[in-house]
């Protein structure tokens, strides 16, 4: 009898052991997607970031050719052409809450800097150049959360744009 309950444990130890494992390697796996989920949303956002300044930019170095009645438009076309608001919307929905609002003052930057735009400002005015600083900050900023949420350090100088 005494073997018969050793041998009924043994086995009971093997089999929770074994679901323990199992549960803890499912738990690092689904980490792992969430993180490579979260990854891709950072990188999409960023991207568009860029498109969007870039084709702000563009627009603001030829703002004076526009004629005025279109120059909102302009603005809007061009801050709604890279799908910053779709990318923004992903981070939103995958990002722990201090990336998100890190990302959401990005997108306020860059909103701020297409209305200095839809105004009417080319990139060598000041309200133009006070509004990409405001935009190159909060970037920067973002970036060093994405860089420790992701498991790196951050750099102790942020690239040049």
Not at 111 to 116: A, H
């Amino acid at each position: 009898m005494t073997t018969l309950i050793a041998t009924l444990l043994g086995a009971l130890i093997g089999v929770v052991g074994t679901l323990l494992i199992e549960r803890n390697r499912a738990r690092k796996a689904e980490q792992h997607e969430k993180g490579h989920a979260r990854a891709e949303a950072y990188i999409a956002f960023v991207v568009a970031v860029h498109a969007t300044s870039g084709n702000l930019r563009t627009l603001a170095l030829k703002i004076a050719a526009v004629p005025e009645e279109e120059q909102l438009q302009q603005a809007r076309d061009a801050f709604r052409s890279s799908g910053l608001y779709a990318a923004r919307e992903h981070v939103v929905l995958v990002a722990p809450e201090r990336i998100a609002h890190a990302a959401d003052a990005v997108f306020v930057a860059l909103r701020g800097l297409r209305q200095v735009v839809a105004e009417g400002g080319s990139v060598h005015e000041l309200a133009y150049l006070s509004e990409v600083e405001n935009y190159a900050a909060a970037l920067g900023h973002l970036r060093s959360m994405i860089r420790t949420d992701l498991g790196e350090v951050p750099l102790e100088r942020d690239v040049s744009w």
